[in-house]
């Protein structure tokens, strides 16, 4: 079976994305990403990572990953906040299979929004818009994030939006790559 077609994993739709609100006093639309959303999403991704972690990310690699999301439905999705045409906020959701739940877990990872847009509901929105998309689909058992341990004030953000702090411990091995476009 194709992973497009498990139930916890939308193919290229989103329902439940409250259609329009208000930040800075503009209208607000969030919105799946699309192809030619890639180099902003990248760019994100790169200030994201400079600001929270200081990593400097390799741009060919970011744009590269990016591309691969937004190719592969199977990969995950990108959810959008936008104002007067300009991307203010994002959010990536990607899955990972439980089988103590028979379910996915939507894992919600490369969050960011502009700083002139921050303390204004953006990510707020994007979170309730992921989280009823996720209560939606029936395979679908939770969401999770991680999020850099000296990062308290997005800590403090997921736990006023109802998640709680895992009993889980996260450990990582990375293996050197080169950069493989999606093109």
């Known amino acids: 079976m194709p992973a497009a077609a498990v139930e916890g994993r939308p193919k290229n739709t989103l329902p439940c994305i409250p259609n329009l609100s208000r930040v800075n006093g503009r209208e607000m639309r969030l919105r799946p990403a699309a192809p030619d959303d890639a180099g902003v999403i990248a760019a994100h991704n790169i200030a994201m990572a400079m600001e929270t972690e200081g990593r400097a990310l390799d741009p060919a690699t970011v744009r590269a990953g990016v591309e691969a999301v937004l190719a592969e439905p199977r990969r995950g999705f990108y959810l959008l906040a ?102």
Do not use: C, H
């Open 82 to 183: 936008e104002t007067g045409g300009e991307v203010v906020g994002q959010a990536m959701v990607t899955y990972e299979w439980s089988d103590w739940r028979n379910g996915d877990f939507w894992w919600i990872q490369s969050v960011y929004v502009a700083p002139a847009f921050r303390r204004q509901g953006v990510f707020t929105r994007i979170f309730a818009a992921v989280e009823a998309a996720a209560r939606e689909r029936p395979g679908v058992v939770g969401l999770r994030l991680y999020v850099e341990k000296e990062n308290t004030a997005a800590q403090e953000t997921y736990r006023r939006l109802g998640m709680a702090r895992s009993d889980y411990v996260f450990f990582e091995q990375e293996f050197a790559r080169p950069v493989l476009s999606s093109r």
